[in-house]
Each structure stands twice: as C-alpha cells, then as structure tokens.
C-alpha cells in the first residue's frame, strides 16, 4: 500500500512548482498565467456533471495536456488545474487521468487535493491576511470572503483549508457550508464570478505557434495551418461573452 502524501511534503511540493514558475511562497497564483508559464495546453469545454477534468502527459514527457469543465464554477476549475498539476508532475508515470464528483477517492485523489490546497492557499500567505484579533477570536465571514476572493479559490476549498490550519473547529464548519454563498458574497459587494461557471472555449498555451511552426517548417499543408487557425477563432467567438479569471 502506497503511503499517503503528508502535509509537509504537500508543502514542499507546493513551493517547488512555485519556484519553477518564479512564484514566492505565499502570494497568491493567477492560475491561467501559471499554466502559460509552465507550457501546459488546457482546454475549458463542458463536461459530464459528474467531471471536473482531466490530464495527460506525452509519452516522451514533453508535453503535458489539460481539460477542465467550464460548467464547474471557476473557483472550483482553479482547484482542478492545481489538482492536475500534481498528476503531472509529481506522479511517477503519470497515466490519462479523469478528476471526478464523490465516491470514495482513492489516495492519490486524496493527495493531488492536498497539493492544489497547499499550492493555492499556503498556510502563511493565508494567515498573514487574516487580522491577529480574528486569529485569536474567530474568523469572520467578511475575512473569509476577501480570503476566497484574493486566492481565487471557492468557499468549501477555503472553509476545509482554513480547518486543516486549525483556524475554524468542525462546528463552525458547518455553519460556514450550510449558506448560500452566492448570496452572501453579493450582499458584501463581490463580484459573483468566482462562484459561477464560465470559461467555456477557452485555450491557454501555445497552439497557435505550433501550429504556425509545423506550418513554416513544412510538415503540414497551408489549408491545414488554416484549419487549425479556426479553431482557435472559433473558441474566441464561441466564448466572447465569458469572463476569465
């Protein structure tokens, strides 16, 4: 039986992807520009409901490959790329992956959660943004909020992480994922986009250079070059209306 990732190497994990897309330890990560920085193409289609995504690597290793369900919200379509990003590169061998809903996850789910957990909301980036008498006396749900907003990160990712840092207790948990966090955040002035799904269409990495490239070096026809080409302005036209984040 494989032993399960523990915290500090979560941790560790997190930091040395980090340093290889030139990220301190504690700030908070743009995820679209950390997958440009590391080269991975990712796609953001509709999935089945019960999908989050998936990801494969090239056999070679050179090339790695990401599709995520723009139906889920884009706080949660955050956590999946950091999910991914455990697959693909702290997994020996990594095979095709699909990231689903539910069900009894098996360790290395389990691990690749506490990754993206420790790679989107470190544990000193998040307690340096919560003020020392809310560290002492409670969180308030208006800290929360600004701490899903700044990490881009959904409620319940958020809620779990702050527990795994013994900053809330089980009780006030629950309390925390009974309401309508949609609501709650609007009432506080927030944009809502963190909390819906969007992105749909979407291409991040360098497709359109490849393809120019193969083009210039002859290994594929000019109506080919073209064909490719309009696939991604059919995406841009197709997604005009959605916000990234």
Request: glycine fraction near 6%; aromatic fraction near 8%; include cysteine.
């Given at each position: 039986?494989?032993?399960?990732?523990?915290?500090?190497?979560?941790?560790?994990?997190?930091?040395?992807?980090?340093?290889?897309?030139?990220?301190?330890?504690?700030?908070?990560?743009?995820?679209?520009?950390?997958?440009?920085?590391?080269?991975?193409?990712?796609?953001?289609?509709?999935?089945?409901?019960?999908?989050?995504?998936?990801?494969?690597?090239?056999?070679?290793?050179?090339?790695?490959?990401?599709?995520?369900?723009?139906?889920?919200?884009?706080?949660?379509?955050?956590?999946?790329?950091?999910?991914?990003?455990?697959?693909?590169?702290?997994?020996?061998?990594?095979?095709?992956?699909?990231?689903?809903?539910?069900?009894?996850?098996?360790?290395?789910?389990?691990?690749?959660?506490?990754?993206?957990?420790?790679?989107?909301?470190?544990?000193?980036?998040?307690?340096?943004?919560?003020?020392?008498?809310?560290?002492?006396?409670?969180?308030?749900?208006?800290?929360?909020?600004?701490?899903?907003?700044?990490?881009?990160?959904?409620?319940?990712?958020?809620?779990?992480?702050?527990?795994?840092?013994?900053?809330?207790?089980?009780?006030?948990?629950?309390?925390?994922?009974?309401?309508?966090?949609?609501?709650?955040?609007?009432?506080?002035?927030?944009?809502?986009?963190?909390?819906?799904?969007?992105?749909?269409?979407?291409?991040?990495?360098?497709?359109?250079?490849?393809?120019?490239?193969?083009?210039?070096?002859?290994?594929?026809?000019?109506?080919?070059?073209?064909?490719?080409?309009s696939l991604i302005s059919d995406?841009?036209q197709e997604g005009k209306n959605?916000?990234?984040?």
């Open positions: 039986m494989n032993k399960r990732l523990t915290q500090e190497q979560a941790s560790i994990f997190a930091t040395q992807l980090r340093s290889k897309a030139g990220l301190n330890e504690n700030e908070p990560i743009h995820i679209k520009s950390l997958l440009l920085k590391l080269g991975i193409l990712t796609r953001y289609r509709p999935l089945s409901e019960n999908a989050y995504g998936l990801s494969v690597q090239s056999t070679d290793k050179r090339y790695n490959f990401m599709l995520i369900n723009s139906n889920s919200t884009r706080g949660r379509q955050h956590f999946t790329a950091a999910h991914e990003l455990y697959h693909l590169y702290f997994v020996l061998n990594p095979k095709p992956h699909i990231c689903t809903k539910g069900g009894d996850k098996p360790s290395a789910e389990k691990d690749a959660d506490l990754f993206a957990s420790n790679l989107l909301m470190p544990s000193q980036g998040i307690i340096n943004e919560i003020p020392a008498k809310e560290i002492r006396e409670g969180i308030s749900i208006a800290t929360i909020l600004r701490l899903e907003q700044l990490f881009s990160v959904s409620h319940e990712a958020m809620v779990y992480r702050l527990k795994s840092l013994s900053l809330i207790n089980e009780s006030k948990v629950e309390s925390l994922l009974a309401i309508s966090i949609s609501e709650v955040a609007k009432a506080h002035g927030y944009n809502l986009d963190l909390y819906q799904g969007g992105n749909e269409n979407t291409t991040i990495g360098n497709f359109g250079s490849n393809a120019r490239r193969l083009y210039e070096s002859e290994k594929i026809s000019e109506s080919h070059y073209l064909e490719l080409l995406d841009k959605s916000i990234g984040c």
